[in-house]
């Protein structure tokens, strides 16, 4: 993928979260919240990259801090939701 993972890993975990049978294939809960978290942390650290101010950059780096312990998909999607916000002005939103 060019730009980083498909939206389909993180609906995929959340599946197999709720144990749907559609994503059995896949692995277990645990094998796929690994590749989801690295995916997240990349992301963050591009962001860490650019020119922010020292308020923007402690929250990265808290952001950061959550994804290392999050062991469910509402916490990435908290820690998504806080990223987008973090992010807007990068977005032209």
């Not at 059995?24 to 590749?35: M, N, T, V």
């Not at 963050?44 to 950059?57: M, N, P, R, S, V």
């Not at 950061?64 to 990435?76: D, F, G, H, R």
Request: net charge positive.
């Amino acid at each position: 993928m060019r730009n980083g993972a498909d939206q389909c890993f993180m609906r995929n975990l959340m599946w197999a979260e709720v144990g749907s049978p559609n994503v059995k294939h896949l692995g277990s809960f645990e094998k796929q919240l690994a590749p989801v978290k690295k995916y997240m942390d990349k992301a963050l650290d591009k962001y860490l990259k650019l020119k922010l101010t020292a308020e923007e950059k402690a929250q990265f780096f808290q952001l950061k801090e959550q994804l290392i312990t999050a062991n469910s998909t509402t916490v990435l999607n908290l820690i998504v939701e806080k990223g987008l916000n973090l992010t807007q002005r990068f977005r032209g939103v």
